[in-house]
């Protein structure tokens, strides 16, 4: 491979990973809003699940969600099938990240919760996939292949789920009243707390 190709390739697979960003904007819905008031309003726990690729955004959005005052953990699907979906209870809300929705782990997982009286939100490329007959509420989160790495590597799915979890949170955190005040004190380290604290005496 030239460089010339090399280089060509690779901007295209960038522009197909923003263009599918954009198209997560154009597609937020009253499904979002759902999302939002499911978020906001869990006076319980919220755990996050997910496996491999998934699993790293699962995780990801778990810790934002933390950062911003919510009671959030992420546990992996196999961890919850050896005792830890004991945890679930009414109240709570499992986020279950799968693109096909047909992991027989995660799909177990949020069979358990719900059992167990636990709301479940599954962010899915398929809607008509096990884990969405499963779940309270399903969250379409689709990319074209062009945006995917050889069509098959999760690369602008993950970009998505990771865009869609951001406005999540920050739509969440606002209904909350979850202030920058709270954000310097809870991160003495690094620049955050520099950040929130400039922000803040810009406000006062």
């Keep these: 491979m030239d460089k010339a190709t090399m280089l060509a390739q690779a901007r295209a697979l960038i522009r197909a990973e923003g263009e ?9 819905d009253d499904r979002f ?10 006076r319980g726990k919220i755990i996050v699940t997910g496996a491999g690729t998934s699993g790293a955004m ?29 945890m679930m209870g009414a109240g709570d809300v499992l986020i279950a990240l799968s693109k ?3 992991s027989e ?13 636990a709301a479940v939100m599954a962010w899915t490329a398929k809607p008509e996939s096990e884990l969405a007959s499963l779940a309270t509420l ?27 979890g951001d406005a999540l949170t920050l739509m969440a955190k606002t209904l909350r009243g979850f202030n920058l005040a709270t954000l310097a004190q809870t991160h003495p380290m690094g620049g ?9 005496e810009r406000k006062s």
Excluded: W
């Design 58 to 86: 699962a995780h990801r959005l778990a810790h934002v969600l933390a950062t911003c005052g919510m009671t959030a953990f992420y546990i992996s699907p196999g961890d919850a099938l050896h005792g830890e979906s004991a």
């Design 138 to 164: 399903v969250i379409v989160i689709e990319v074209l292949d062009s945006a995917e790495g050889e069509g098959l590597l999760p690369f602008g799915s993950t970009l998505a789920n990771g865009a869609y």
């Design 33 to 42: 809003v759902q999302a939002v008031t499911m978020v906001a309003e869990c």
């Design 192 to 200: 955050a707390h520099d950040l929130a604290q400039q922000h803040g």
């Design 100 to 102: 096909a929705g047909k």
């Design 105 to 117: 782990d995660i799909n177990s997982f949020a069979r358990i919760a719900r059992q167990r009286g």
């Design 20 to 28: 599918a960003l954009l198209q997560i904007a154009e597609r937020l």
